[in-house]
């Protein structure tokens, strides 16, 4: 029998990978965040295949030396499969930070203290009011696979395609996004049908503010597409609603989140529940959607306004001498108003004996 799909992910299965072989045959297996164990099967490895094995971290095996005309749809983060065979495997050993394997010592030498990309779109910098170069995010992932940035920085993972319409992993608009000055970010998003991740490696430990850039681009109304969001495991959204938040379709919003980094990987995830539209306005439209993604330090003076100046308390000595000036203001207005009175009596007294002078 033909299947079009078999969705496993997040079901707490366990057993030898190779179980699942009866599903070879179809378009997209997806058994992601599972407890499979065992070797790749060699039969799993087809360009025919969108296979999702992702966070099943006692799979292992040797990933094939893939020729470079043969593109896969893969995604193995979160195994213990060994890439080393592979093409560009030298890229490949990013992913050992993400298993936090020695990653401090091991894949990087110059710690980072900031990040940006364009998801979805390509390399945005700006100038004023502060530099800032948001990275090209346009590496198609097929319907389940990863991205390891030549940089060596960030990795962009994504899983989830509609079995019955070959949704699209961006979108874009040409329409100019009001409400900001940043209008590019919001024209461009990454979307997936299932999951989004972002990793952002080698970031020196400390504390960070997080800045996820959205604009609904796609669907009109509100209630339509909603999704979840987790930074370092922890969630800060849940039915995130972009219409809604924006105030309206083609609208820009942020959120700004502060986390501590301690391991020097930095993890955003992105996933759909289940919830909100399917089909509208076409198959396939629903799922989580980021149009950029900014990290930095909260403490940097380029990042925020400077402090105001503090305002220091009067001094003992200067109390007193407001007081002391307040009573001598007093004093002169009493004097000015006294010598006021006598002089006004002193001309009606002078009019009363000589009305007639």
């Not at 509609?162 to 919001?186: A, C, H, K």
């Not at 800060?236 to 990987?265: C, H, L, M, Q, W």
């Not at 407001?322 to 203001?329: E, F, K, P, S, T």
Request: aromatic share 10%; hydrophobic share 35%; proline share 6%.
């Amino acid at each position: 029998m033909l299947f079009i799909c078999r969705d496993l992910r997040s079901n707490n299965l366990s057993g030898q990978l190779q179980l699942l072989l009866p599903y070879k045959s179809s378009r997209y297996l997806y058994a992601g965040d599972n407890d499979f164990s065992g070797r790749l099967p060699a039969e799993f490895v087809q360009p025919s295949l969108a296979l999702d094995i992702s966070y099943n971290p006692f799979i292992n095996g040797l990933l094939p030396n893939n020729p470079t005309d043969r593109k896969l749809s893969l995604n193995y983060i979160g195994t213990a499969i060994d890439t080393s065979r592979a093409i560009n495997s030298e890229n490949l050993t990013l992913l050992n930070c993400l298993h936090m394997k020695e990653c401090n010592r091991k894949y990087y030498t110059n710690a980072i203290t900031s990040f940006a990309v364009n998801c979805g779109g390509k390399q945005t910098i700006y100038s004023d009011p502060l530099p800032i170069t948001f990275d090209d995010d346009t590496t198609d992932l097929g319907a389940a696979g990863f991205h390891v940035n030549t940089s060596m920085q960030w990795v962009v993972s994504h899983v989830g395609s509609d079995p019955f319409r070959e949704s699209p992993r961006f979108v874009n608009t040409s329409q100019v996004i009001l409400g900001t000055d940043m209008p590019e970010l919001y024209q461009t998003a990454r979307t997936s049908r299932s999951a989004l991740w972002y990793y952002i490696v080698g970031l020196s430990t400390g504390k960070y503010t997080v800045q996820l850039f959205f604009a609904e681009i796609v669907i009109e109304k509100p209630g339509k597409r909603l999704f979840n969001i987790d930074i370092q495991d922890r969630n800060i959204k849940t039915d995130f609603d972009i219409t809604k938040e924006a105030g309206g379709f083609r609208r820009p919003t942020n959120i700004t989140y502060e986390v501590t980094v301690v391991n020097s990987v930095l993890k955003i995830h992105l996933h759909w529940n289940g919830r909100g539209t399917c089909c509208i306005p076409y198959e396939g439209a629903y799922g989580p959607l980021v149009s950029a993604i900014r990290v930095f330090r909260p403490e940097s003076p380029n990042n925020s306004p400077p402090p105001a100046r503090p305002v220091s308390a009067p001094s003992n000595d200067d109390k007193r001498r407001g007081v002391v000036a307040g009573i001598a203001a007093l004093c002169i207005a009493a004097a000015v108003i006294s010598s006021s009175v006598v002089y006004l009596w002193w001309k009606w007294v002078a009019l009363v004996k000589h009305p007639n002078a």
